[in-house]
Each structure stands twice: as C-alpha cells, then as structure tokens.
C-alpha cells in the first residue's frame, strides 16, 4: 500500500476520496501532511491536497506541540529556542486558527525555571493564548515536581492531572511519568486510575474522547520503555465511548495506531528527533543534518469536524 | 617538650607505622584486586551493569549520553540529582550487600552494585 506520487488515494473504497486503509502511513505521509479523521471511532485518512480535506474544518481546532526540551544544546539542534519559535510561527499560520494549545511534556530539559520561562515566553508569541500542560519526565526532576505543579498544574488533582470540556469534547490531561519503577515503564498509578473512572462515569457515550499524556498509551516499543505499563486499565475506562483519541508525545516521531475505538497518535518534538523504535541502539537524539533536522521536527493540528463527530488530527512539520 | 621527649614520641610513630605496614601486608594482598568503581552511562545503558567492590570503595558514574539520567538505588539508599553529560555522581557503599539501582528518567535502565 501506498500513496501515489500524485496525491490520489489508491484504496478509496467507497469512492469517496477516503483510503480506509491507509491510516497507518499517516506517519511516513507527515512530512507532506496528511489529514486523519475519526468518524465513529473509524479513522481514515487522506492527502492534504485532496478536496475532501476541506471537511475537516470545523467548530473546533486546536494545536499540540510536544517535547520542546528547552535547555537542550547538542547536536542534532543546538537551538531548540529558534525552533520552538518556528513552531509558534507554524502556528500562526494555520488557516484554521486553533483555539487553544496542549503541550504533551518534556517542556524543558532539565526542570530550571529558566527553561520554563522560556518556553513560556515564545508561547506567547502564538496566537492561542491558552495552553494546557501534562508533564514528561524532564518536567519534574526537581523536588517530585512540585516547581512544575506550582507553575502549570495549579488546578490539577495529584500529580498534574486534570480534565475539561470545550465545545462538547471531553479533555483529559494525565501524568503517566512519576514515581517510575526499576525496570518498567510509564505508570499512571491507583490514585489517577481510580479519579479517571470516576471522571468519564457520567459522560453519555457519544461525548467525543480526547486523552493526552506524555509517555504513549499504548506498547510502541516497552524495550526502550516506550509504554504506559497500566494504560489497559485507563482505557477500559473509555470503553464505551464511540470517539476516543489519545494524543501523545515523548518519542518525538509521530506514529498512529487504531485499537476498536480508540485512535493513538504521537507528535513530533520541536527539539530534536528519535530514532524509529529499535533500529539504533538507544533511543537517545537522532544525530540529523541541520537542512533535514525541521523536516524531522513539527507541530499536531487537531480539528473537530462540523456536525460529524470526527476528528482531523492533521501532522506538519517546521519546514 | 625536651630533646628526649620528642625522640621517644618519634619512635613511637615508626613503631605504630611500621606495625600497620606489616599488619596490611599480611591480609591484604593476595585477594583480587578491586574491579574498576566506575560505571559508565552511554546509550542508555550502566555499563558495566554489574560491579562488584569491596566495602569503602567509592563507585562513581559519569553521564556520557546527551540525555541527562539520574542513578537511584532501588531502596533508596542513594539518588543522584539529574546527570547532564559528563556529569558524575558518588556513593561509597560501607555495609556489603546487593545495591539495584536504575535511571528514574528511564527506568528500562537498571545496574546493580554488589558490595563485598
């Protein structure tokens, strides 16, 4: 299966521009982007320059950005600063303005206010004003992560997690990086579990589901602890719900994968790339050449379309 | 102090000397030499995984990754603060015994310390 060099779609079944199957290269499509839309837990997919992309726009539109690592200083980026600022101008450009941001961790390095701060400060360059934080595992090296609580998770339960509604998609932050065990991998523990039950229990099972957390929800590669080890859990709280898309970062490569209802995706870093799971022999930073380097880095566009319960969850990268 | 007060304080320091020199060379020298105390972190990896030292011996780990990592023993008996590369982190073990340790950043990345 593949996509042919002009853009047309060459399992489109129901001829309706839409390639059923073609879901799962979303992530080799990111660098032309490519539009991925969810109706009734069903994802499918198609070419950004295909006409049927227009339906995604819709009554909602938001942004994640991921992994910016701020602090970072090696090769292959020693200017995660002027990237992240190419994400926010990205940003701005979006035809669709997004209403809002999600930043799925690993905002700073090393946890030092200043690397916060700056991250901060080039946010504010984008037009959405408001953001919503989850941490990753540089987030909360300092004192368990009470600085990264104090800043970004004023209103959140626990360890930062928390939940709202907007425009009738139910949201949902989680922390699936503390308290790691010797050996494991990402855990979400008793406590968030038992919060996040009782959270969904009085939602009808049409709301449309977005959860986003930093490590992946799903088993990517457990080798290199790329997983969440009672994510199963977390989501046979979600089972009922025809709509439920899982936004993730920490593997800085975006990746997708259907499970029944659920649809899971990954965004790019804007610091530096990883490499694809087990092809080197650790996931540290992905040494690339600095013409290639933005065409491995990038933003996540997410969109509900109008009236249809679907949604566009659309990859770009910094060139 | 007099002349003769200093000589004899002296002699007592050769003697206390030269009794630890012997006592030292009499247990110390034939069992194995201590392995090397220092684990190296490159990719994503304690390497050696296992050491073993004698008690007193100062283990140290040195980040060679461009990923900061921390070391934190299983049972807590020691936490290094985040590594940064080229950062190094200290513990001497005095009690023997198995020390787990891992990398609470990444904790698919585990070592252990045995400590004669």
Request: include cysteine; aromatic fraction near 8%; glycine fraction near 8%.
């Amino acid at each position: 299966m593949k996509r042919e060099t002009s853009g047309s779609i060459r399992f489109d079944h129901n001829h309706d521009g839409i390639d059923r199957r073609g879901f799962l290269k979303c992530m080799a499509w990111a660098g032309a982007g490519a539009l991925c839309v969810v109706e009734g837990g069903v994802l499918k997919s198609f070419a950004l320059n295909n006409p049927a992309a227009k339906r995604a726009k819709g009554q909602l539109s938001f942004v994640q950005i991921s992994d910016s690592h701020m602090g970072f200083n090696k090769p292959a980026n020693p200017d995660v600063v002027s990237t992240l600022k190419a994400a926010a101008d990205k940003i701005n450009a979006l035809p669709v303005a997004p209403e809002f941001m999600l930043h799925t961790g690993d905002i700073s390095h090393l946890s030092k206010a200043e690397e916060f701060d700056n991250v901060d400060q080039i946010l504010k360059a984008a037009r959405p004003k408001q953001v919503f934080f989850v941490p990753g595992e540089h987030d909360v090296l300092e004192d368990d992560g009470k600085p990264y609580r104090e800043r970004y998770g004023k209103n959140a339960l626990g360890d930062g997690w928390y939940s709202f509604d907007k425009n009738g998609v139910h949201f949902i932050g989680l922390v699936n990086v503390m308290n790691l065990k010797a050996g494991g991998l990402g855990t979400l523990g008793t406590e968030q579990l038992k919060w996040l039950e009782k959270d969904v229990k009085h939602l009808s099972h049409s709301t449309p589901i977005i959860v986003f957390a930093h490590i992946p929800l799903w088993a990517v590669y457990p080798d290199w602890g790329w997983g969440t080890s009672d994510s199963a859990q977390a989501l046979s709280y979600l089972k009922k719900f025809g709509s439920v898309t899982v936004l993730n970062g920490h593997i800085h490569q975006t990746m997708q994968k259907v499970e029944g209802n659920v649809t899971f995706h990954t965004a790019c870093s804007t610091a530096f790339p990883q490499p694809k799971p087990g092809t080197a022999a650790s996931p540290g930073p992905m040494k690339v050449s600095a013409e290639q380097l933005r065409s491995l880095l990038g933003i996540t566009e997410v969109s509900l379309a109008h009236g249809r319960h679907a949604l566009a969850v659309t990859d770009s990268t910094l060139e | 102090m007099n002349r003769q007060g200093w000589k004899l304080e002296v002699s007592a320091l050769a003697l206390t000397l030269a009794l630890t020199l012997a006592v030292s060379a009499a247990t110390a020298p034939r069992e194995r030499a201590p392995v090397s105390s220092e684990v190296k972190i490159d990719n994503f990896t304690f390497e050696p995984q296992t050491l073993t030292v004698k008690a007193g011996t100062t283990v140290t780990w040195t980040n060679r990754d461009d990923i900061p990592h921390t070391v934190v023993s299983t049972d807590l008996v020691f936490k290094s603060k985040p590594l940064d590369t080229d950062e190094s982190f200290t513990f001497t073990p005095t009690k023997p015994g198995t020390y787990g340790y891992f990398c609470s950043l990444h904790p698919k990345m585990t070592g252990k310390i045995i400590v004669q």
